[in-house]
């Protein structure tokens, strides 16, 4: 791995515990909320009645849908308000929020708001949606199919295609059918949604806000309360995780609602079991898979449906139902392709993103096809990945011809590293998978790096560090390498939308790509300004100037410099600043307008990162628990500006994917009440699940990243399902259609059940 | 008044006591900070004994000179410490600083820190300090005058001349000579200095203070406490006045060293004591003035000499110096010009800016002796005026031509208000004066306007806005006249070194002309955006568009339009943001180099501000106290933006000038012992004691700044002490040589004591 070692700008403060997360905010006089939850999955509303929560002594205030506009937010769909109306259409949407002086009497007067239901047929399945009489949403969907379908309770269709699939299919010697599903998982950050909301007269709304994305919760609050964004300022703290689920305004406009009420600030911090009822967890999905093989292994036709379960609310269901398309379209050539996919409402909890969207199942899905097609033409199923898989040049089913792939190399590496075709022991396998990561390149970014009088460089840049450190570490070595200035003198300002440029947050691990680009920009302008000021002052021309040890120097000489600090103290004084600014802007992927119908929108797909996995599995046969004995995890990242910082992000997104893999999933029962809604019952991967993880890191510096970097942090989640389940398989003959794959679906699958 | 009534964003805030000032600022866990003062005007130390206050409980951290490194700051001599090292200079002069759990606390340990000292030989008058073996400060300072002119602790000398004095003086038909004085008087803002300092690990430092310059304040920090100006964030609260004080780092230091200490936020508040023995009042000095006149009231030359007692430290001394010789050389024609001054070390209290720097005592000692002249003459002193007064045209004697003077218009109508020349009571006198306030028109300014995604406007400008309005009256009228959008719609940040660009603060009556310029130029570049994004999307030339209520239309078309809010969502959405960017920069005024000496800087003489005041007085001849029945204000600001936010200035620094006249006056004994540091000692006037305030509001539309603005808050503060000497001198006959005229002044002097 030869890259370079990065310090985190914040990594001081972290590890001594004095970073200010959201829940660390404390303002003198701060009233605490809580949120009143529907007790029933579907329901009209009779009655609220508030009296008994309003007369608790410390009780300072309680709302409900008739104090906030009627207002709708959460693009695409636009289907959420803050409390429900007329009816609740999930256990835990929010009914009434209360503010009070401590959280334990919040909690108590949440409880003593009493809400009069008029029950309502629940539906928790994507079966019972299409077909019921009942309609979860009486409005239709803009992008709901065409009626003729006859599809009920759809919120949106999507639609990409290339070629003929059907003549695909009667070319092909073979035609392999399967179906998987993914489960609904829980993004289990470490720290839980925390808000503190300050109202001044005007009004002048301050929120301090544990979120990947202050201009998203700006702007959700601007829809939802009907308020100029300028009158709203979105600081964000250290956000202790968020792995998407910190994108959008989730308990922010109450706090500042209940703040305007009361006229004192207003926290709100959620419980694990708040989280868990009332976040917004990946989306559970099924996907149908039929492809058209010929006998030498030549992939030549697929058909792929999406069915995705967003539960009570669209969220970014529509978007990630398109996603899961695209993944499953993708990592091989095939020449034909009809890919379809349906949003379906039903009476759960409403769903958001999670780190790299619908690309751990939808992966799992296509990864396990790609085995039993190999396995039905007898062949090795890394030779029939070789034969297909994307190389540069390739032109993808959307329209994109490829560049910098490295996916093949990655590919022979990682089996090479986990000794793929090596003899193993009893009831063991190898699984490889590869996986794409469509990462945002498209969110713009804009920057400001300012050198100042004393020499020390601040940089202003609206992105978010949801904890990766892509933020304050990469960015700073960025400017670092730009400006020849030592990081010690380089200060990055925390997101905040008064003091940065636009930016719609750290998603779709565009961090790098596109916050870096930006830096990169403004931090070249800052340079050229720093010499041409300089220029002037050793009477010089600015070419013939260079920046070393934190002065410029006329090339070649040893005496006549400035020191940055002279140079910038001077033009300050002269009436100028030495400041550069850089924007990074992209325009949409060149999708033939033909080859799409329905809601279609895709946040990037330049320069994606790819990567391929392998893991070595022992199965008990007594018990089916499953033991991850090895595991390699290949990545091609482009450029490695911090190489730490990517093991890191490797390591995690591993440890995710054993969990999405064999353990997490979020149970709900036919009444729509969540089974296992605590960590006692919520079961995740602990230390001794996650074996250590072999990093193996192709690079490449072509790319148009910064250096030719391209996005981390989300690709690593992407493959181990799909490499465990056909590790199992290799291990037991037991092929998985879902996952997680508990210990007991092993077992049950060992004896044919 | 033809001019636009503006409302002020922070308006509902500041009536409903909900706006945040310094003293305001409040963090959970935060310690109160003390400063242990010198008891000594002049003396050694020989040790400091900080046992007892450390072990006072309660006591977080006691830190004296030792704890801090040993850099020095304010410029340009840079002779002040923290703490004083080996010996004090002033009676008041820091020596330790404690932190403690409360206040009460904090200033107990103080009391209980004991210093020995050696005490010295003190100096508290410019004749003795001149003279004296004993140097206050053993180092030279770079701009200290040739030592063959044998005056001992002058830290710096500035000269400006034109023509040939001494030929001038031989040509003259009378030569006219005076010396006046003026004292030490505190700017007595209503809200005292106050800072909160939260160090977290790394350092990165946050700062939230009560300033008029949030730069100037993290600038001082870096070189005091030897850091990078990048880790040091600055953030303005409102600020309750500061009239020049709260422009350098005051107490903010101490507060980050405690916090550094002791890992907790620290707070410091000074009391009004600690404000008048630590503050930074108005620089007393002393002024000659010989002109050579012709018989028919000519002016041909003038010699000027300054002496300024700038107390233990130099602070603004050689920069107040400098702009009292220009005052004094100012607003008559005169050919033939000499002015030198000294800025001299004394052992009192270390001086600083007020509104308008050295112009009320400068214009005091022009304006008597102008009358003086015109008695000499035996001509009619409005007449002497209007023969010399400057004219647009006239080059004055530091090389600048001069445009926009409006100053005979101006005196003109003032005369006529004030009924010049008609006939008054007993005792009863009307004095006329002219001012010029030289306006800090070369701080550079930068600033951004943003256009959000729902049509708001976010405005992001360094200024600070020290009570004045012109940040959150002025600008936004700017930004609202140049796109089109209501001032609801439009929010200005709070200034903040992260989030705000480079700006030296709110001094020398320079936003409206320096940010106004800069935040101009950035709507416009805003709005050139928007018609360039529109035009794009209604398929339309960028001129062919117009923007009205909201939205941008085809000029001439009713329907095809979009709101600018459609604008904005569509060009994020394909990756670009709708902002502008502009700065206000200008250069040096074109000094000619072989016509000054020594230290020389002035701010700008760009548009400067010119007034003409007169005052209708009645003196009791049995008391000698002074009762002003009128007072007339006329003042040329170019084009009026805000008529309130004018009309309260002008109301403001009358009755500051009043003081000044009158009232106002800190009194040092021998021993350096400040004789009336309270409320209770202290006089200011009342609102019995300032009359109503006529307003004469000359407008002109020409000048460089926005719209033809000038600067307006300095102004009116500078004749009303002239005014009101030559109005008791046309009452009595007495003609007072230093202000404030004391009622026992006018009494001795009516009696020839």
New interface residues.
């Given amino acids: 791995m030869s890259a370079q070692r990065a310090v985190r700008?914040?990594g001081?403060?972290l590890v001594?515990g004095?970073?200010?997360f959201g829940t660390d905010v404390?303002i003198?006089g701060m009233l605490h909320g809580k949120l009143v939850r529907s007790s029933y999955a579907h329901a009209k509303i009779r009655s609220i009645d508030v009296s008994k929560a309003a007369s608790l002594p410390g009780v300072k205030a309680v709302i409900t849908a008739a104090d906030v506009p009627d207002k709708r937010f959460w693009p695409p769909i636009l289907d959420q308000s803050l409390f429900a109306r007329d009816k609740v259409r999930y256990v835990g949407e929010p009914i009434a929020a209360v503010a009070a002086e401590d959280e334990a009497t919040a909690e108590e007067a949440a409880a003593l708001v009493e809400v009069e239901y008029e029950p309502l047929p629940v539906i928790t399945t994507i079966d019972e949606a299409l077909k019921s009489d009942i309609l979860i949403h009486e409005e239709k969907s803009p992008y709901a199919p065409d009626e003729s379908l006859g599809m009920r309770n759809v919120c949106s269709y999507s639609m990409l295609k290339r070629g003929d699939v059907e003549a695909g299919m009667r070319e092909a010697d073979l035609v392999v059918e399967d179906e998987f599903e993914g489960g609904m998982v829980s993004q289990l950050y470490l720290e839980p949604h925390a808000a503190v909301a300050k109202v001044?007269?005007?009004p002048?709304i301050t929120v301090w806000t544990s979120t990947q994305s202050p201009y998203n919760i700006r702007?959700d609050i601007?829809?939802l309360l009907d308020l100029?964004?300028?009158?709203i300022?979105v600081i964000g703290t250290k956000t202790g995780g968020g792995f998407g689920a910190k994108l959008r305004a989730i308990i922010e406009p109450y706090c500042i609602i209940l703040a305007m009420k009361t006229g004192r600030p207003v926290k709100m911090v959620y419980s694990r079991m708040e989280e868990m009822l009332g976040g917004t967890p990946q989306t559970p999905l099924r996907i149908q898979l039929k492809t058209g093989v010929k006998k030498d292994g030549t992939l030549l036709a697929r058909y792929i449906k999406v069915l995705m379960d967003v539960g009570a609310y669209a969220g970014d269901g529509p978007v990630d139902v398109n996603i899961a398309l695209l993944i499953a379209a993708g990592t091989y050539k095939v020449e034909h392709v009809y890919a379809e996919g349906y949003a379906v409402y039903t009476n759960k909890q409403r769903c958001g993103a999670f780190r790299s969207v619908s690309a751990p199942q939808a992966t799992f899905a296509l990864e396990s096809h790609m085995e039993h097609i190999a396995e039905e033409l007898g062949m090795d199923p890394l030779e029939l990945r070789m034969r297909n898989i994307w190389d540069d040049g390739y032109t993808a089913p959307w329209g994109q011809r490829l560049e910098n792939v490295g996916l093949r190399e990655t590919l022979r590496r990682v089996a090479e590293t986990i000794g793929w075709g090596a003899k193993l022991g009893k009831n063991q396998g190898i699984g490889i998978a590869c996986g794409i990561t469509l990462t945002a390149a498209?969110?713009?970014s804009?920057a400001t790096v300012?050198i100042?009088?004393?020499?020390?460089?601040?940089v202003?840049v609206g992105a978010a560090d949801s904890g990766t450190g892509a933020m304050y570490a990469g960015l700073p070595l960025i400017v670092s390498r730009e400006l020849g200035v030592p990081l010690?003198?380089?200060?990055l300002?925390p997101s905040?939308?008064?003091?940065s440029?636009?930016n719609?947050g750290a998603q779709g691990s565009s961090t790098t790509y596109c916050a870096g680009n930006a830096v990169m920009a403004a931090a070249r302008q800052a340079r050229q300004k720093l010499l041409e000021a300089a220029a002037k002052l050793l009477e010089a021309r600015p070419e013939d100037l260079e920046i070393r040890d934190n002065a410029v120097y006329v090339k070649g000489s040893v005496d006549k410099a400035l020191t940055i600090a002279e140079v910038v103290e001077k033009t300050?004084y002269?009436?100028?600043?030495i400041?550069g600014?850089g924007?990074y802007?992209?325009?949409?992927p060149p999708y033939d307008s033909s080859s799409i119908s329905g809601f279609f929108y895709v946040p990037s797909l330049i320069d994606p990162t790819y990567t391929a996995h392998a893991a070595l599995v022992e199965v008990d046969e007594d018990t089916g628990s499953v033991r991850i004995l090895r595991y390699v995890a290949g990545q091609n990242s482009g450029k490695v500006l911090n190489v730490d910082g990517l093991a890191g992000q490797i390591t995690g997104g591993v440890a995710q994917g054993i969990g999405f893999a064999l353990y997490e999933e979020m149970k709900v029962n036919e009444e729509g009440v969540m089974l296992n809604p605590t960590l006692m019952d919520y079961l995740i991967p602990s230390a001794v699940e996650v074996p250590k993880i072999d990093i193996v890191l192709v690079e490449d510096f072509t790319g148009s990243g910064p250096y030719g970097a391209k996005g981390a942090g989300e690709a690593p989640i992407v493959p181990p399902p799909a490499a465990i389940a056909n590790a199992i398989y290799h291990a037991t003959g037991f092929r998985a259609r879902r996952i997680p794959i508990t210990s007991e679906d092993v077992f049950n699958g060992l004896r044919g059940r």
Same sequence: chains 1, 2.
């Fill in positions: 700008l914040d001081q403060a001594t004095k970073a200010q404390s003198p001044e007269p005007g002048f702007s601007a829809q100029p964004a300028s009158r300022r498209m969110h713009p804009s300012k100042n009088e004393d020499g020390s460089v601040t202003i010690e003198k380089i200060t300002v905040d939308t008064e003091a440029p636009y719609d300050h002269a009436g100028e600043e400041e600014r924007s802007v992209t325009s949409f």
